[in-house]
């Protein structure tokens, strides 16, 4: 049975408030905690260790995951390594002087800054090399590098070396760390990178117009989308004036990135939120003096530089509002919007509003949604704080009345709370969480990773500087919070049966950085599979590169598009999808995804289906339930049926209105047999039902008496494919 435990209640001033203090308690006890918790950091690299046989890792720095579980990280004095999934140590790009820059064939590299790394095992990264004994010096000696298109690594762009579409040259900058002519590169499944660069002010070159954002053209090349003192476009009388923060890209080869604009009339620059729509072209999202969606008529002051966006087009942007004592006034100037591929804006969160799972606390505070994430379903996570009107607040509750916490998706896609100052914080013996939360990332099953402070003054073990943060992973697999690492754990470092115990002093660092969606091209420390990846220092100097999962060791997903063609695939969990071509049952085919990244349900009727019928067969672990989840959206009239060992277990009808505009979310887990299940989604209804279906996920989940960490054959992803 699942065990609540609410935020520990502190001390408040009037008993009069005792009541709604109570029944505030209550309803917060709603989030479902962990019993003390915790994961299992299995050790990749660590420094001083031989992984190649001669020579030590130096210093390993920032670490990023992808969706095979793979990791890559910066070694200090060997350069930028990958650890695959067979467990085996590649140098991608090394520091040796032997170790010839791929385009630089008399030159070697002195410095890495952070690589970005895509699930088709490629990587990008800005990147420095010796000003002495080649061909450079200290006008052309950095680059970006990135996959060609073999997908072998290569030199993308170069200070000194001509930039795309300008005329002019990327600039230059002394030293022999990588400067600030780059940003860093964004990197897609393609292969293909997108940057923000700026240009050596020659010629045509002006401190007005020597900035700009380079990503794939309409041919894939690297080109031109977008430059200061340049048209923006669809802006009337408008010009970029600067660009900000780092830009993304999708599998689509569709960028995000936000800019200031020059506007006619205005008297200082304006913020802006852009988006590629294809073939190299980009289009305005937001920006300050337009309506902002859902505040009645409010309009945008500015936006926060940091821009999630997924495959599907979804974007993310925190925005505040021009104060007119109206509309928008000194407590709800803040918020996040989301916008979905066809530009349309829905206000998710402001200032002001009640908090889900708060207990009629409004969202407010001086760092409202600092820190946000997005995933590729669309759902969210922030950091926000929430705190009493002023009108109803008790003087010396809660601090003052302003709390921080966390919020993230729940089972249908709405906000939960999920963590909260004052709440006990899982694995640390009966400690509470602080008011410092910042939010990391959140994958598409809606496991959302955060650090934060433990509160010094009390109940639990004693907490100092010593031991005060760490990490935790809500599972939304396990339906709980637990605790991925905290300062002063001992840690086995040891990768074998032998113990190595050793306390930890710091953590996360370069690693948790990133606010990726997994579909933007950024570095990321979570994966798909709820597989995270961390760095560590120890209390003895030593450091070292970690992974683990709250749902148990990574397994290898099966993709829709591995059955197209009616083969037999399997997963290393025995998960098959069978070619079922004597089916003569009418079953649904996925096929390959559209432009929008959905995947298309088309209906085969009666008779022999053919060789792209599918089924999903698993021999169930005990006491496991089967979830089901996916996205949906009926084009034309039907019904969906979840198919388990042949039997109807669920129906979802398509509403009264087609085609939907939106997808929804389904998610369900049922009991099945422990032997082995079937599982179908089948579309059926006179005529030709069509429906669009994306991340379909089929896991083993425990039943809800269990409260364990799931074991390693107990989780199974079935997701779609990003192209190639």
């Not at 569709?254 to 304006?270: K, N, T």
């Not at 013996?429 to 010094?456: E, I, K, P, Q, R």
């Not at 996205?631 to 109807?648: M, N, Q």
């Not at 939106?662 to 179908?680: C, G, H, K």
């Amino acid at each position: 049975m699942e065990k609540r435990i609410g935020s520990g209640p502190r001390a408040y001033a009037a008993v009069l408030w005792a009541v709604a203090f109570a029944v505030m308690c209550l309803t917060l006890s709603q989030t479902v905690m962990a019993q003390g918790q915790q994961t299992t950091l299995r050790p990749i690299a660590l420094n001083n260790t031989n992984p190649f046989g001669t020579g030590t890792l130096g210093d390993v720095t920032y670490p990023t995951i992808n969706d095979s579980g793979e990791v890559v990280f910066r070694s200090q004095n060997r350069g930028l390594i990958l650890f695959d999934a067979t467990n085996t140590f590649t140098q991608l790009a090394g520091l040796n002087e032997n170790d010839v820059p791929p385009g630089a064939p008399n030159d070697s590299f002195s410095a890495f800054q952070e690589p970005t790394f895509n699930d088709a095992s490629q990587v990008a990264f800005k990147g420095a090399m010796y000003a002495f004994g080649g061909f450079a010096d200290t006008s052309n000696n950095t680059g970006v590098w990135g996959p060609n298109t073999s997908g072998q690594l290569s030199l993308v762009a170069r200070e000194g070396y001509a930039a795309p579409d300008t005329g002019g040259t990327f600039r230059s900058d002394t030293g022999y760390t990588p400067g600030t002519m780059f940003q860093q590169p964004a990197l897609n499944d393609n292969g293909k990178v997108a940057f923000i660069g700026s240009l050596n002010i020659a010629g045509d070159v002006t401190a007005d117009n020597n900035l700009g954002v380079w990503g794939p053209d309409a041919s894939g090349q690297l080109g031109l989308l977008a430059r200061e003192g340049s048209p923006a476009p669809g802006v009337s009388g408008a010009t970029f004036h600067n660009f900000g923060g780092q830009v993304s890209l999708t599998n689509f080869n569709r960028v995000a990135f936000s800019a200031q604009l020059d506007i006619i009339g205005e008297s200082s620059p304006v913020d802006s939120i852009w988006r590629g729509t294809g073939g190299g072209q980009i289009s305005m999202l937001a920006r300050g003096g337009e309506a902002a969606p859902g505040t009645g008529g409010a309009v945008f002051n500015g936006f926060s530089n940091t821009t999630p966006v997924n495959n599907k087009g979804d974007m993310l942007v925190r925005g505040t509002l021009e104060q007119d004592g109206v509309h928008a006034t000194d407590g709800n100037l803040a918020g996040l919007w989301q916008y979905n591929s066809s530009g349309q804006g829905t206000l998710l969160a402001r200032e002001g509003d009640l908090a889900p799972g708060a207990a009629g606390m409004e969202f407010g505070g001086d760092t409202e949604f600092g820190s946000y994430v997005m995933n590729a379903r669309g759902q969210v996570g922030f950091r926000g704080q929430v705190g009493f009107a002023s009108d109803i607040r008790p003087e010396g509750l809660l601090f003052g009345g302003v709390e921080s916490g966390v919020w993230g998706p729940n089972e249908n896609g709405d906000l939960r709370l999920i963590a909260r100052e004052g709440q006990v914080a899982p694995g640390t013996g009966g400690s509470v969480f602080d008011d410092s939360f910042y939010v990391l990332a959140l994958n598409g099953a809606g496991d959302l990773m955060f650090s934060a402070d433990l509160d010094t003054g009390l109940s639990g073990p004693v907490i100092n500087d010593d031991n005060r943060n760490g990490v935790w992973l809500w599972s939304a697999g396990l339906r709980e919070l637990v605790k991925v690492v905290q300062m002063g754990d001992l840690i086995d470092v040891d990768p074998g049966p032998g113990e190595d115990l050793r306390a930890v002093r710091v953590y996360g660092g370069s690693a948790l950085t990133t606010h990726s969606t997994g579909e933007d091209g950024l570095r990321r420390p979570l994966n798909a599979a709820g597989e995270f990846v961390v760095e560590v220092e120890f209390t003895d100097s030593s450091e070292g590169i970690f992974v683990a999962s709250a749902l148990g060791p990574f397994h290898k997903p099966l993709f829709a598009s591995d059955f197209a063609d009616g083969d037999d695939v399997e997963n290393d969990l025995g998960f098959t999808i069978k070619d079922n071509e004597d089916a003569d049952t009418t079953v649904a085919v996925i096929a390959d995804p559209d432009d929008a990244g959905n995947y298309v349900l088309q209906l085969f009727d009666g008779g022999s289906v053919g060789d792209d019928a599918v089924s999903v067969t698993r021999m169930l672990e005990p006491s496991t339930r089967l979830a089901v989840e996916f996205d949906y959206r009926f084009l034309t009239g039907g019904k969906l049926e979840v198919i388990i060992a042949g039997e109807v277990r669920d129906t979802i009808l398509a509403p009264g209105e087609i085609p939907m505009t939106e997808s929804a979310f389904y998610q369900n887990s049922f009991a099945v047999p422990q032997d082995i299940a079937e599982f179908e989604l089948k579309l059926s209804n006179i005529g030709d039902p069509e429906i669009l279906l994306d991340n379909l996920s089929l896991s083993t989940v425990p039943e809800p008496t269990t409260l364990m960490l799931l074991a390693p054959a107990a989780g199974m992803m079935l997701t779609r494919r990003r192209r190639a």
